[in-house]
T-cell receptor, first 116, second 113 residues
Framework: NAGVTQTPKFQVLKTGQSMTLQCAQD?????MYWYRQDPGMGLRLIYY???????DKGEVPNGYNVSRLNKREFSLRLESAAPSQTSVYFC???????????????FGSGTRLTVV | GDSVTQMEGPVTLSEEAFLTINCTYT??????LFWYVQYPGEGLQLLLK?????DKGSNKGFEATYRKETTSFHLEKGSVQVSDSAVYFC????????????FGKGTLLTVNP
């Protein structure tokens, strides 16, 4: 099925460990995003990539890095995990910009990360 | 900056009751407005959208009207079902933010049989 695929679905890390969350979309979307979802906070944008080859910080980028590997893939890396990074992480993608139309996002099913 | 405020939940209703979830926004320019739904254990799915004032978005019996004068986009459904139990997010994308959606904090809806 077409859509956004995230791996892994669940992960437990120890404080200080590193890991990379993977995201891939097969809809030929230009823009991709990483959000985190925390109780009572809604969704907060970590990083986004407007198009292949570009990345920009969102609201809460500290402690994270991203790579737009190609048009399909956008990974999120935690270099030294902290308990404050315990959250559910969502990747999303959207159509190209400046098309005169308004598109919503397509979301992946999320990665539930616990840092102990 | 852009912001979205939605009514705090949780909201608990009986099946076939009328649903309203309030959403108001602050944005530059003329934003596009969205409602997303998140079922347990899943990602967010686009429920409906409206791109200009007085537009009505609708899907699966849900409706929301873009009211520029009151900067609101309230979600309504005439008769909810148990299967509508989910978290609902209001979101906007303003003209000054071509890429990013700004989300409200979400409203948990539970529908009891």
């Amino acid at each position: 099925n077409a859509g956004v695929t995230q791996t892994p679905k669940f992960q437990v890390l120890k404080t200080g460990q590193s890991m990379t969350l993977q995201c891939a979309q097969d809809m030929n979307h230009n823009s991709m995003y990483w959000y985190r979802q925390d109780p009572g906070m809604g969704l907060r944008l970590i990083y986004y990539s407007a198009s292949e080859g570009t990345t920009d910080k969102g609201e809460v980028p500290n402690g994270y890095n991203v790579s737009r590997l190609n048009k399909r893939e956008f990974s999120l890396r935690l270099e030294s995990a902290a308990p404050s990074q315990t959250s559910v992480y969502f990747c999303a993608s959207s159509e190209a910009l400046f098309t005169g139309q308004t598109y919503g996002y397509t979301f992946g099913s999320g990665t539930r990360l616990t840092v102990v | 900056g852009d912001s979205v405020t939605q009514m705090e939940g949780p909201v608990t209703l009986s099946e076939e009751a009328f649903l309203t979830i309030n959403c108001t926004y602050t944005a530059t320019g003329y934003p596009s407005l969205f409602w997303y739904v998140q079922y347990p254990g899943e990602g967010l799915q686009l429920l409906l959208k409206a791109t200009k004032a007085d537009d009505k978005g609708s899907n699966k019996g849900f409706e929301a009207t873009y009211r520029k004068e009151t900067t609101s986009f309230h979600l309504e459904k005439g008769s909810v079902q148990v299967s509508d139990s989910a978290v609902y997010f209001c979101a906007l994308r303003s003209g000054g933010s071509n890429y990013k959606l700004t989300f409200g904090k979400g409203t948990l809806l539970t529908v009891n049989p």
